[in-house]
Structures are given as C-alpha cells and as structure tokens.
C-alpha cells in the first residue's frame, strides 16, 4: 500500500546523487537549456568525465546494490551502448572495510565457537574489502594458512531494499513504455536477484567453487582453492590460501619465467572448458580473481558470480560462432529462428543481412583484433529491429568473454586468443553437431519416446475410467480457454484422440 510513495522518495534522492555526479547524461541532449542546466549541477571535478564514467561514480556512491546493477548493466550494450558499457566493467567493488571486532564476532556467532577455538591466529587488517564481503587472512590450529571471507554486516536488508524498487521501476516501465517489453525488464531484475541472493549465501560460493575443483579434477592447468568445509557457514567462507601473481602482471609473470603466451593459452583452454564442456562458467574472471601460481598453473578465486549454460544453448551457440567464423550468415540467422529467439514473422533474409553488417567488419580485421565478445555484443544491439528477447543465460557469458579477450590482449597482444582454443573448438563441434552425435541423439530421443508409451496408454486408460464414470467436468472459465487456444493444435488431432479412446474401450 505505501510502496509507491516510499519508492518514489527513495528514487528522489537516487536522482539527486545522479544529478550531482552528472549521471543523468541521457537528458543532455533534450536541448542547450538541459545541458547547460545539467552541468551546473555537476560536480566540477566530473563534468570532464565520460557519461559511463560519471554513472560509475554514481553508482558507487549509491553503495553495494547499485555497485552489482552497475556490473550487472556491463554486460548490456543494447540498453546502455557499448562505450558506457565498457566504463562500467571497470566499475571498482571495493567500500572501506568494516571493523575487526564486527568480522570476529560474526565468525563467533556464525561457527558457534570462541575465534580463538577457530583460528591460531587471526589477521584483524583484511586484505580485500568489497561491497558484499571482506577477506582476512588466518591460520587454523594445525597451521594450515587460510582466507577467511565475511559477508558485511547488514548488507542482506540492504539489498532487499534496493531490489524491490528496481523490481518497481521495471514494472512501471513496461507499463508506461510497453514497447520495451521485449528487454524482459521484469525478469531481467529478477535474474539479478538471484545472482546477488546466491552470493550473498557464502555456501553455495563455497559450492561453486567445489563443482569446479571437480570438473578440472587431474588438469594441471587450472587449480581452485580447496573449501574448508568445517569452517564455513552462510556467512563465513574459509578456502585455502593461495600464493600467485596476477594475470595482469606482465613484468612479473615474465620475471617469474612464465611465457605470457601459455598463460593466454591455458586461460583460453580452461574458458572454453568451463563453458562448453561443463557449461559452468566464473562470470567474474577479472585479473584480481585470477593468479598464476609457481608451477604455471592457473588459479581462480571468488566464485560469487558464475554462469550456466544448458546443452542446448551450447549447441546454438556452437553453431552460431561456426556460422559467423566460416561466414555463413544464413546459417547464423537461421539458428536463431530454430531456437526461437527471433519471431518466426521476422524475416530471415534480413536477419542474415544483419548478421553480414556486424561480422564483416568486426571479423575483416587482423587475428589478433578479433573479437569475439564483441560480436555478440553488437548481435544484442539489433535486437529491437527483429523484437529478438534478451537472452539473460548468454549475458554474463559475453561479458566474461569480454574480460578474458581484455586479459589475452594485455599478457599477448599479437595472439587472438580464441585461435589457440580452435582446436579444442572445433573438437567439440564434431563431437556434438557432426554426424555420429546427430545419429546419437536420434537413437536417444527414440528410446525415450519407446520408454514413454506404458505412462501413455496408462493415462489414456485412466481418462477412459473417469469417462465412464460419470466423465471430466470443466468449469465455464476452462471452456472459454479452452475455445481461445483451439488454433495452437493441428485439425486431425481430436480423431486421433477419439480412435485412441474408443479402442481401449473396445479392448475392455
């Protein structure tokens, strides 16, 4: 009852911090009176900024939800444009830290137990403090060297605040513009909610980490921290310690003796592993989450943020990126209309030609310019002309495969990255779209619908007792429905039906 004023005052004072750090750029081009209005009200030490790098700013004042939205709004150039898109992927998830003394008692409270009955020793400075958690070092009784993460205190009502009015806006704005409804607002917040639910549960962190460290099991190229189970709660998170060098750290990682190609190499190997053979992908591989470690082995950290992508997905999007990379457009168009992602009442001699507009001149570059995530960046940006829906399980995979060609490009700039994954690609593609796979789930899809006739014929019995037993009572508002929906099913059907019922009534 009081949601619409409390949200309205809420949103009052989001748009005065918006107004300050000059974030409401997208009225600037209402006319010179706004503009000039506008950057009065601009701090002076961000008129000079960028749009993307204002709203950053924004948003990180804002605190921990809009931090995440911010994130969250990185991977969608169709909404905010490619160039605010990229600000926001350097949006920093750092607050200053909360107190020792508030970290010690939530472990205490948390485990059940005096600190000093956890840990040896306790490291009261943390060494990462971001908008959900922060990080401590500790050494447990049997001197095993540890990272004790700790969510931030309060932050779950914060969020639940901050949620329920995106979840507002996006209702009212369907409502006010519905010519948007194909962005999926709605489910789009929802999706973000998820996301930010589970990472604030450190279980299913420590979960996800555990699933990967299973799947890469005996692979020396990448090694995930084990999970100190007995140590770790909703809200307290122990994993091993690790000791690397950031990716990103060029000069070290040479001085170290590795090659910036293997690295590059492993990187684009275990990427691809993650996504298509497993289809559990880290959405959050950004140089501070990734090490190498003093084998050359790579070393993921922080698995708040990861992706799934079903079998089939991974299929159209194989065939898909073959499509683009052997230039057969029509093929790339025509994989979206079969998976449904483009209505069939678009046309897809002019959804190919779309497609030839954005790869040429993305794939007409040198190898090493290439870039991938940016072409299905730019695929997301057509979108509205063939009313194509968002699809929220490949937004997080472009956005992670944006970040993984940014780390390629700095470690080997005259490597295109996807190119030392080819032969692992195109593996793939054999096993899953070449023949034998074809003949493979034929014969599946065969025995699962053999398997299926006994529950068939058993439920066609059952309807044929009730039938003669006095028959199956529908409710005006089901005959109405019912009536709506007879051009969804083909005209034969209903015989088909009626022979199937009264040979089992002959059978009796």
Request: aromatic residues 8%.
């Amino acid at each position: 009852m009081f949601d619409a004023p409390a949200n309205l005052l809420r949103l009052f004072g989001i748009t005065r911090v918006f107004l300050r750090h000059g974030a409401l750029f997208a009225l600037e081009g209402r006319g010179p009176g706004w503009s000039a209005w506008l950057r009065r009200w601009t701090r002076a030490d961000h008129r000079d900024l960028r749009p993307g790098q204002r709203l950053a700013a924004a948003l990180q004042a804002l605190g921990p939800t809009f931090i995440k939205l911010g994130q969250a709004l990185s991977t969608r150039p169709d909404l905010v444009g490619e160039e605010v898109a990229a600000d926001l992927s350097d949006l920093q998830d750092n607050l200053p830290p909360f107190p020792a003394e508030q970290a010690r008692a939530i472990i205490e409270a948390e485990l059940d137990q005096p600190i000093s009955e956890i840990f040896a020793h306790f490291d009261d400075q943390p060494v990462a403090a971001a908008s959900i958690a922060q990080v401590h070092f500790a050494t447990t009784a049997d001197g095993q060297e540890v990272a004790v993460k700790i969510l931030r205190p309060g932050v779950e009502a914060i969020f639940e605040r901050d949620i329920a009015l995106f979840a507002w806006l996006a209702r009212l704005a369907e409502t006010l513009l519905p010519q948007i409804r194909r962005l999926r607002g709605p489910e789009v917040i929802r999706t973000f909610e998820e996301s930010v639910t589970q990472e604030m549960d450190l279980r299913f962190e420590a979960a996800a980490a555990a699933e990967m460290a299973e799947n890469f099991a005996g692979d020396d190229e990448l090694r995930i921290p084990a999970i100190d189970w007995q140590r770790t709660s909703k809200r307290v998170m122990t994993l091993e310690r690790i000791a690397g060098i950031s990716i990103d750290e060029v000069d070290g990682l040479s001085a170290a003796g590795h090659s910036p190609l293997e690295v590059v190499r492993k990187a684009a190997a275990a990427f691809f592993n993650m996504v298509f053979r497993d289809g559990f992908f880290h959405a959050d591989l950004h140089p501070g989450n990734l090490f190498v470690g003093k084998e050359g082995e790579l070393i993921a950290v922080d698995f708040g943020i990861t992706g799934r992508v079903d079998q089939q997905t991974r299929l159209i999007l194989a065939e898909m990126l073959l499509g683009f990379l052997n230039g057969n457009y029509r093929r790339v168009a025509e994989v979206h209309f079969e998976a449904g992602w483009v209505p069939a009442d678009k046309s897809v001699d002019m959804f190919t030609q779309a497609c030839r507009s954005i790869a040429e001149p993305i794939l007409g570059r040198p190898s090493n310019q290439i870039s991938v995530a940016r072409l299905l960046g730019q695929l997301f940006e057509v979108t509205e002309t063939f009313a194509m829906e968002t699809q929220p399980q490949l937004l997080l995979l472009q956005k992670s495969m944006l970040v993984a060609e940014g780390i390629g490009r700095r470690l080997a700039p005259d490597v295109n990255m996807w190119e030392l994954a080819r032969p692992l690609i195109e593996n793939w593609m054999v096993a899953h779209l070449g023949p034998a796979a074809k003949v493979k789930d034929s014969v599946a899809s065969f025995i699962s619908t053999i398997e299926s006739l006994p529950r068939l014929v058993a439920n066609a019995e059952r309807t044929v007792e009730v039938l003669r037993h006095g028959g199956i009572k529908l409710d005006r508002e089901s005959v109405r429905d019912m009536g709506r929906r007879r051009g969804i099913f083909p005209a034969w059907l209903p015989w088909v039906l009626v022979i199937v019922l009264l040979y089992l009534l002959w059978r009796r």
